[in-house]
């Protein structure tokens, strides 16, 4: 057994591309360092991961980010992730996402754009599917766009409703809790510009606003949020690059302060995290500057829940590297790495 009361992290990587697939870590409280403890490949690709109380401890979600996308459940008492059954498919393909949503979870299937409900019992574990929610559309992007690519899931403050990041019809779902059922009911739906590519989002600490991050075009879209009715508003783009960037970038990931002074933006190709600082209402979002990410490819950034670190998970180059925030700039100073192979993401207790 490890010792639960200290730090500890979990990082996803892809199996198909030589990860390890779930390596558990502690974490160092003065230094931010990672030491893994174990790993689990007994799912294939889990590329996400979400954790959630349950009345006998903390437990450890995943998707298999596969054709035939399924989740699974982990006990993440030992040293190692230990699986809660078997997976259980989603009824989408390649899930990319998933969020724990009450006594529901929610996953974003990127290959078949879509949204899938899966019920969760007392102890964690997971039920089939009771609901798959299909987008419809597409986008201008001949290679990316031709359907629908939901790209995530994210419950909103107060869990009344839920937002699904849409790639390939450049739009966000907005989703209600059904009071009755728990389950998720179509409610609106905000469209971008065309051609953008929506990724993934984030929340304003306060919950007036929403941060959407592109993929296909460097941008960051900053749109207000209204809690009371379940609107979503854009009111403007900025860049997440300098003027005159070298080749081609692919944002993946944002990530906003706790104080919302900063927000943070992983930029693949470019292979930087790019420092955005917010104005006091949150309405505008302007970029202060780049620096590496510590490796190639960051496809995912996490805070440590005391916000005074900033981690990124470099795909290809196979590594997570930490980073020291100066409070007076929200700029991230390197300050270490672990190998983890084709690591797609981290997350912390």
Same mark, same amino acid.
Do not use: Q
């Given at each position: 057994m490890v010792d639960t009361t200290s730090g500890r992290a979990f990082i996803g990587s892809f199996t198909s591309a030589g990860g390890r697939g779930i390596i558990a870590a502690t974490v160092d409280a003065g230094t931010g360092a990672l030491s893994p403890?174990?790993?689990?490949?007994?799912?294939a690709d889990p590329s996400y991961l979400a954790l959630?109380?349950?009345?006998?401890?903390?437990?450890?979600?995943a998707v298999s980010e596969a054709t035939e996308g399924a989740v699974a459940a982990f006990d993440i008492g030992g040293a190692a992730p230990s699986p809660l059954g078997d997976p259980v498919p989603v009824g989408g393909a390649g899930p990319t996402h998933l969020a724990v949503h009450g006594r529901r979870l929610l996953t974003a299937n990127y290959g078949s754009g879509s949204v899938s409900v899966l019920p969760l019992a007392d102890d964690g574990s997971v039920g089939a599917a009771e609901a798959v929610l299909p987008h419809q559309g597409s986008g201008p992007d001949a290679d990316r766009q031709l359907g629908p690519h939901a790209h995530q899931v994210v419950p909103a403050p107060g869990g009344r409703w839920v937002l699904a990041v849409d790639l390939g019809t450049d739009s966000v779902h907005v989703y209600a809790r059904d009071?009755?059922?728990g389950g998720l009911v179509r409610h609106g739906e905000t469209a971008l510009r065309p051609g953008t590519g929506p990724r993934h989002l984030a929340f304003h600490p306060a919950g007036s606003h929403v941060y959407v991050l592109n993929e296909l075009e460097p941008t960051l879209t900053v749109c207000r949020w209204d809690a009371a009715t379940g609107g979503l508003d854009p009111v403007?783009?900025?860049?997440?690059l300098p003027d005159g960037a070298a080749g081609p970038a692919y %944002?993946?990931?944002?990530?906003?302060?706790?104080?919302?002074?900063? +927000?943070?933006? #992983? =930029?693949?190709?470019?292979?930087?995290?790019?420092v955005l600082a917010l104005d006091?209402?949150?309405?505008?979002?302007?970029?202060?500057?780049?620096?590496?990410?510590?490796?190639?490819? %960051?496809?995912?950034?996490?805070?440590d829940p005391a916000g005074r670190r +900033?981690?990124? #998970? =470099?795909?290809?180059?196979?590594?997570?590297?930490?980073?020291?925030?100066?409070?007076?700039?929200g700029t991230p100073r390197?300050?270490?790495s672990l190998d983890a192979p084709a690591a797609s993401c981290v997350i912390f207790t």
């Open positions: 403890t174990g790993a689990t490949d007994a799912l959630a109380p349950t009345a006998t401890g903390p437990v450890l979600y009071p009755g059922t403007g783009e900025t860049p997440v %944002p993946s990931e944002v990530v906003v302060a706790p104080d919302g002074r900063y +927000l943070w933006v #992983a =930029n693949r190709g470019h292979d930087s995290i790019a006091p209402d949150g309405e505008r979002a302007v970029l202060r500057t780049t620096v590496p990410c510590g490796g190639h490819w %960051p496809r995912d950034l996490a805070l +900033l981690y990124a #998970a =470099n795909e290809r180059s196979g590594n997570v590297s930490w980073f020291t925030i100066e409070p007076g700039t390197w300050a270490g």
